[in-house]
T-cell receptor, first 112, second 112 residues
Framework: NAGVTQTPKFQVLKTGQSMTLQCAQD?????MSWYRQDPGMGLRLIHY???????DQGEVPNGYNVSRSTTEDFPLRLLSAAPSQTSVYFC???????????FGPGTRLTVL | DAKTTQPPSMDCAEGRAANLPCNHS???????VYWYRQIHSQGPQYIIH???NNETNEMASLIITEDRKSSTLILPHATLRDTAVYYC?????????????FGTGTRLQVFP
């Protein structure tokens, strides 16, 4: 199993640009989530999904959209990038919401 | 807000036991204590979790006090590869309490 994969590993955007961070898992996990981690801080939950077709907001959802059309994929869209969104983004998945979560390697995003 | 308090940093000699404390004085009866760690800038890795009984797995032991207001993660024989930030997380099982809320964790430095 590849586990949780994220692309790209690094990205630089200009203010106002949009982009999609990709996340995929091959473990047939129902629960997937997106976190961001700012320097020296813990992870903060952006959005999550308990299954295909179902998404919900986390702690810091503003400026981000998600969709879950398949069990495997959970892309995160930045609608209009801002410097405050410079961060490392982690995707995670688990069999169910209360099970141990497996994290991807992260995407390091810089917004200029 | 994180519902736990951890020391910001600790040191441990290689080969010795690392004991990482966590206070969670407001924990409620159906909330679990989870431990994750983050090595360098990788995605967090699940270590162990428990409700009220002590738990042990191949990575660590978790000791929870009888009143459940604090716990200790024990790495029995720390190695240099255990250098990481360790997060203690209190997590419920019902909607709005079942999310992983990361604090700033304890930075464990294992030295030769």
């Amino acid at each position: 199993n590849a586990g949780v994969t994220q692309t790209p590993k690094f990205q630089v955007l200009k203010t106002g640009q949009s982009m999609t961070l990709q996340c995929a898992q091959d473990m047939n996990h129902e629960y997937m989530s997106w976190y961001r981690q700012d320097p020296g801080m813990g992870l903060r939950l952006i959005h999550y999904s308990v299954g295909a077709g179902i998404t919900d907001q986390g702690e810091v959802p503003n400026g981000y959209n998600v969709s879950r059309s398949t069990t495997e994929d959970f892309p995160l869209r930045l609608l209009s990038a801002a410097p405050s969104q410079t961060s490392v983004y982690f995707c995670a998945s688990s069999y169910q919401e209360n099970n141990e979560q497996f994290f991807g390697p992260g995407t390091r995003l810089t917004v200029l | 807000d994180a519902k736990t308090t951890q020391p910001p940093s600790m040191d441990c000699a290689e080969g010795r036991a690392a004991n990482l404390p966590c206070n969670h004085s407001t924990i409620s009866g159906n909330e679990y204590v989870y431990w994750y760690r983050q090595i360098h800038s990788q995605g967090p890795q699940y270590i162990i979790h428990g409700l009220k009984n002590n738990e042990t797995n191949e990575m660590a032991s978790l000791i929870i006090t009888e009143d459940r207001k604090s716990s200790t993660l024990i790495l029995p024989h720390a190695t240099l590869r255990d250098t990481a930030v360790y997060y203690c997380i209190v997590r419920g099982i019902s909607y709005n309490t079942d999310k992983l809320i990361f604090g700033t964790g304890t930075r464990l430095q294992v030295f030769p």
